[in-house]
């Protein structure tokens, strides 16, 4: 079975929407600023569904680009800017940056209560909590995919592949907070295909395409396949097409329940991305401190 990304985002535009209609209700008009630096080629795709998912949504929605030569000041005094602007209720820093500026640093510039991507580090101690706000949009979209497979979390085998900052490490943290025995695998686990092999969820965020193969996973698995590789097309060696970091022809045809590369985590990403949008609207006009409804109450 593939789980489909693009109907599971239809399906969170709908339930999202009666909290866009409250927030309108009450004069507030979420607005989303998504600042690149310079022309990455491969940004292209996520602005573009962030735009596309904002219009749908009826989200305001607008992009800055600063040039490619900016200053990390340049780029703080934009985000100074826009932490300032009352109209703006999110942020966004378009990563990755061109070389020479701290991603890192620059993201922390964003004021919390803005940040949409949930990289602060404020943000991201709540996900240590178990009490997440603004959560790390991949790392939600990963756990809404599982959530629509319909796999119970309690006590399950979860496997995670890669441990970056806003994919692995928080996908691993968020599924202990639902109470899956959660291992983390890196590019210095030993033996790979002996902690694969016990996964009923396996999440991959690596960024190599045909990691993990039919043999290393166990039939019946929950996938959800992060990566996005570009790789030459093999109808036609002159084009490229993009894929996952699995192999999903052969693990559909065990059984496996996996998210496609394209159509996957992707376009629940932008989902992520909205929702967050919505929750910092309804924290910038009540109170910082109030606890937030749970992320996954179907969970
Ligand atoms: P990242 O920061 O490069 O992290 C990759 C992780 O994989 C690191 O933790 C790395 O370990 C680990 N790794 C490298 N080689 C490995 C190996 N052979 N075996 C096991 N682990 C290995 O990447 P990321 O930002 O998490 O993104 C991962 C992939 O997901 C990329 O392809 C990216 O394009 C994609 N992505 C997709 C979306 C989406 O919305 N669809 C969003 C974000 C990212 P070390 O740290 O030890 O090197």
Redesign the pocket.
């Known amino acids: 079975m593939e789980l489909d990304g693009r109907a599971l985002a239809e399906r969170i535009r709908a339930r999202e929407a009666p909290r866009l209609e409250a927030l309108r209700r009450q004069g507030i008009h979420p607005s989303l600023l998504s600042i690149e630096v310079g022309e990455n080629p491969?940004s292209e795709s996520?602005l573009r569904g962030q735009r596309r998912g904002a219009e749908a949504w009826g989200i305001e929605y607008r992009m800055q680009r600063l040039p490619a030569s900016s200053t990390e000041d340049d780029v703080r005094d934009a985000l100074a800017e826009a932490a300032a602007d009352a109209r703006v209720t999110g942020i966004l820093l378009q990563c990755p940056l061109p070389s020479g500026l701290s991603a890192r640093a620059l993201q922390h510039e964003i004021p919390p209560h803005k940040d949409v991507e949930g990289v602060h580090p404020e943000n991201l101690g709540t996900v240590v909590h178990g009490r997440p706000r603004l959560a790390p949009?991949?790392a939600m979209?990963v756990m809404e995919l599982v959530a629509s497979s319909g796999l119970a979390l309690q006590g399950c085998e979860a496997v995670v592949?890669?441990?970056?900052?806003?994919?692995?490490k928080p996908v691993a943290l968020l599924l202990l907070a639902q109470d899956a025995t959660t291992t983390v695998?890196?590019?210095?686990?030993k033996d790979?295909a002996s902690h694969t092999r016990r996964a009923d969820l396996l999440v991959v965020?690596?960024?190599?395409a045909r990691?993990v193969t039919a043999d290393m996973v166990k039939p019946g698995a929950v996938v959800v396949d992060?990566?996005?590789?570009a790789v030459r097309d093999p109808k036609d060696p002159a084009k490229t097409v993009i894929v996952g970091?699995v192999d999903t022809a052969a693990l559909l045809a065990k059984g496996c329940a996996v998210s496609p590369?394209p159509g996957?985590?992707?376009p629940v990403?932008v989902a992520m991305l909205l929702r967050n949008t919505l929750v910092a609207a309804e924290r910038a006009y009540s109170d910082p401190e109030a606890e937030t409804p749970p992320l996954f109450p179907d969970l």
Do not use: Q
């Open positions: 491969s996520y949009c991949t979209a592949v890669g441990h970056s900052e806003i994919v692995g695998c890196h590019k210095f686990t790979l965020a690596v960024g190599k990691l992060v990566g996005i590789n970091d590369v996957g985590v992707g990403t």
